[in-house]
């Protein structure tokens, strides 16, 4: 198991034990649960996390111990001079070495040629030990694939963060729409409920001649307005339901029957709040950023690649030294120990291809490194405006709650002169449409800020990282 798997499940605990799990309210706190545990995404990164660690264990395979046969039977013919070798070869992580064992017996009449199969009667042991000396010394195609998965997980890990980060960042997202749009839906409810209240007051003042009827046919204008309004917001309210259960899920990894989300938490457990937000620490996050551990694991790669192009170049220079004895009876020449020590040159004249694989590997670094620059340059630049938008929310925030309290002191004002005669409905009603979009403005303002704050730690990618989260 990776170790982003194992900060989901830690984080998953740290959520349970903070009580999230509880059937209601559904807090954002619940939500965040929810996607880092029952979200299918989730089985989708284990399933390619399992992939990578196959690729891990089919490089390393390279080095497995072998074993190998040899026969020759002569079936026919002048000679009766039959062969059998077994061996035992294994590969070692160093210098391209091997060491092998091996048992060989040969019986029966060989013909000159063929003298080197020759044993005594109980056959032959021998072992063996084989290195290159500049060729395949310091890395060869076997090594390198075992380093390129290593360097292939650290890069999946970097992804399946990325991963992990939009997804939160989406379901979470999804969850301040759905909080906005209800808010909205509960104060046109509100709105529409408390203007059909004052129609009343107005039908006996018009029966009573106080009001002309204009005045009751330009309130059940407002009223369908107002009306008209509320269905506008309940179809959003019902979007935003549909959307967000797409996040929140049950264990089976089932989403929620969006029925279930009509309730709208008193307090929604925001799990990033603007006060705890330290500039220098989420700008000293950039450096760990998934993207750039990815683009610095591709990197890596590159370097691999220039490195067999690099040995390619080399001349081969093998060597090898044998010990050899054989046992039984037999011709006095096969008696006692033998060594011997052998060496293998080889130079290809031609290296073009090789020196254009070098060149283009060298090239690949250079522009990869060009990419982390920039990379790096671009994840500034998108935390400065981050912050610099918290910075204009929140004193956004303070004068839209400002106003929402004037426009609503300015509303009450007007009713109450309205109720005494000396208002007219016209003017009320504007009144009382300027409060309720001061109002919403005002909810959309604090909510704006919740974004703002989710914007910013998604520029770090580390979203999933209970480390980041600051209000549990």
């Keep these: 198991m990776s170790k982003r798997f194992s900060l989901v499940i830690g984080l998953s605990a740290f959520l349970v034990s903070h009580g999230v799990l509880a059937n209601e309210p559904v807090t954002a706190e619940k939500v965040l649960q929810s996607i880092l545990t029952n ?20 490089a390393e395979a390279a080095f497995d111990i072998q074993l190998e046969q040899d026969t020759a039977l002569r079936t026919s013919g002048y000679y009766s001079g039959d062969y059998l070798s077994q061996r035992v070869v294994n590969p070692l992580g160093a210098a391209n070495a091997k060491f092998k064992a091996e048992y060989r017996i040969g019986n029966g009449d060989f013909p000159y040629y063929e003298r080197e199969y020759e044993t005594l009667s109980g056959g032959e042991v021998n072992i063996g030990f084989a290195m290159s000396l500049l060729k395949n010394r310091e890395t060869d195609k076997k090594r390198m694939a075992i380093e390129d998965a290593k360097v292939g997980l650290a890069q999946w890990d970097a992804e399946a963060t990325l991963a992990l980060n939009e997804l939160v960042y989406n379901g979470l997202s999804a969850y301040l729409d759905w909080y906005e749009c209800h808010l909205n839906e509960q104060i046109y409810a509100a709105l529409v409920q408390t203007t059909k209240r004052r129609g009343n007051a107005i039908d006996t003042r018009v029966r009573e001649g106080d009001l002309a009827r204009i005045t009751q046919t330009e309130f059940e204008v407002t009223v369908m307005q107002r009306e008209l309004a509320l269905q506008a917001a309940s179809r959003k309210a019902a979007q935003a339901r549909e959307k967000l259960a797409y996040y929140y899920r049950d264990n089976q990894f089932q989403p929620i029957n969006s029925a279930q989300l009509n309730e709208v938490p008193d307090a929604i457990a925001w799990p990033w709040q603007a006060g ?39 001349p081969t220079l093998d060597i090898e030294a044998k010990i050899a004895r054989d046992i039984g009876n037999g011709p006095e020449n096969l008696t006692g ?15 073009r291809q090789a020196k254009a694989e070098a060149s283009k590997a060298s090239l690949k670094l250079r522009e990869i490194d060009a990419v982390i620059q920039a990379t790096e340059d671009a994840l500034k630049r998108d935390m400065a405006v981050g912050l610099q938008a918290l910075q204009y929310g929140q004193n956004m925030l303070v004068l839209q709650q400002k106003q929402a309290a004037l426009s609503e002191a300015l509303f009450s004002q007007e009713r109450k002169r309205f109720e005494m005669g000396d208002s007219d409905l016209f003017l009320l009603n504007s009144r009382e449409s300027q409060a309720i979009s001061a109002r919403l403005d005002a909810v959309k303002a604090e909510i704006e800020i919740m974004r703002v704050v989710l914007a910013v730690y998604f520029q770090t990618g580390l979203l999933a990282d209970p480390s980041l989260i600051t209000d549990m």
Excluded: C
């Excluded at 979200?39 to 089919?58: T, V």
């Excluded at 120990?337 to 290296?351: A, D, I, N």
């Design 39 to 58: 979200h299918p995404k989730l089985l989708e990164l284990e399933a390619k996390n399992g992939q990578r660690l196959q690729d891990m264990a089919y």
């Design 276 to 314: 705890s937000v330290n500039p220098a620490s989420l700008n000293g996050l950039i450096p760990r950023h998934p993207a750039l551990q990815s683009l610095r694991a591709e990197w890596q790669l590159a370097k691999n690649k220039y490195r067999l192009a690099e040995n390619a170049l080399l």
């Design 337 to 351: 120990t033998e060594s011997k020590v052998g060496l293998q040159f080889s130079m290809p004249l031609g290296r």
